[in-house]
C-alpha cells in the first residue's frame, strides 16, 4: 500500500500563488507516476497535472503556463506550484500515485481545500 499525505491548501486571492505538497510512504517502489487531480463543488474529479517516474510532465489546457508539478526525487515528496490563480481553480486537489501493475493512478491521498476568492 501507499500513502498519500497533502499540504499547503488554503485561502488566495485571485492573482495569487500557493504551492501543495504530497507525501508518499509505504510501498513507494511500486509507483511510476504521481499527479494532482482536483474536484470542485457539484462536478467530476479532474486531472490538473501529472508526472512520471521519467520526469515527464502532462497538464490539463486549463492550468498550462500557470501551474508547475515537480520533485525533489525520483517520486517524493511532489508538488504543484499554483501561480495566477483564478476563482475558477476552486476545488478540493488530490494528490495520486499509479503503481506499476495499474493503468490507472490507484492511490489517493485525503485532499486539500484550494479556495481563490477576494
Known amino acids: 500500500q501507499v500513502q498519500l499525505v497533502e499540504s499547503g491548501g488554503g485561502l488566495v486571492q485571485p492573482g495569487g500563488s500557493l504551492r501543495l505538497s504530497c507525501a508518499a510512504s509505504?510501498?513507494?517502489?511500486?509507483?511510476?507516476?504521481m499527479g494532482w487531480y482536483r474536484q470542485a463543488p457539484g462536478k467530476q474529479r479532474e486531472l490538473v497535472a501529472t508526472i512520471s517516474l521519467g520526469g515527464s510532465t502532462n497538464y490539463a489546457d486549463s492550468v498550462k503556463g500557470r501551474f508547475t508539478i515537480s520533485r525533489v526525487n525520483a517520486k517524493n515528496p511532489v508538488y504543484l506550484q499554483m501561480n495566477s490563480l483564478k476563482p475558477e481553480d476552486t476545488a478540493v486537489y488530490y494528490c495520486?500515485?499509479?503503481?506499476?501493475?495499474?493503468?490507472?493512478?490507484?492511490?489517493w491521498g485525503q485532499g486539500t481545500q484550494v479556495t481563490v476568492s477576494s
Open positions: 495520486a500515485a499509479k503503481s506499476y501493475s495499474s493503468g490507472s493512478f490507484n492511490y
Open positions: 509505504g510501498r513507494i517502489f511500486s509507483i511510476n507516476a
